[in-house]
């Protein structure tokens, strides 16, 4: 491929890139009318922010090293965008009066944020391999070993993921008034139940099983809230005492 013809690529994904992106923005939007305060809605807009993250890791496995330069870079884009639409479903929540919520809304946003910026950094790396001069297969080696760079950068950033993930649970229990134990949810059984279904329409009835050994750190977290959420140590808020 010239040169020429490389540029009229590289312009209609820049382009492509823009107005989709545009488009995605919209539909990514938290809701309108949120309870800063509220660990229920919080919880909701976590789970929310999980499913956009396991759409952006699920996007990479689905390119194949032989589909070239360009559709990398495209791939690596989308997935940038489903980081940014992860991190606005929790960003609102940075602002709650509740600390707990407050720091784990802030965690998740910081963690989201550089996961977009490390595939922002990636396709700037990819965009002057496209245009050097350099033969195909020492194209194919530098993008292999950019490739390799930024997923070390990944594995390094999602193991922040779960810090902030158990904090937002501290925000889900509270202590019986009798027996002054951490033994109450702030969740009433049809939230509970809510929030299970969510989980496990996203990732599968694999997360009602708990942490497990090589499991990617957003199921990981997920499997943290599945847990929480599910135990049947803490009595519902709406159950009779």
Known sequence: MTKSKIRVFYLALTVGGLFSGIAHADLCLPPANMELDSPYRYVLGLTDAFAYGKQGVERFGKYFENEGILELMWVVKREADDYLCAAAQVEPYRKSKVEAIAGSADGVVNVFSLLAQHNQAFNSKLKAVLFSSGSTTAKRGTTTETIADLRKLQDDTWKLLAPS?????????????????????????????????????????????????????????????????????????????
């Open 165 to 241: 993930t158990l904090l937002a649970t501290y925000s889900l229990a509270e202590a019986d008034p009798e027996t002054h134990r951490m033994s109450r949810s702030r969740l009433s059984t049809s939230e509970r139940e809510e929030i299970k279904n969510r989980l496990i329409k996203t990732f599968g009835k694999e997360i009602t099983e708990g942490i497990k050994a090589g499991q990617p750190a957003i199921t990981a977290s997920a499997a943290v809230v599945y847990h929480f959420v599910a135990d049947s140590a803490l009595q519902s808020a709406d159950a009779k005492k």
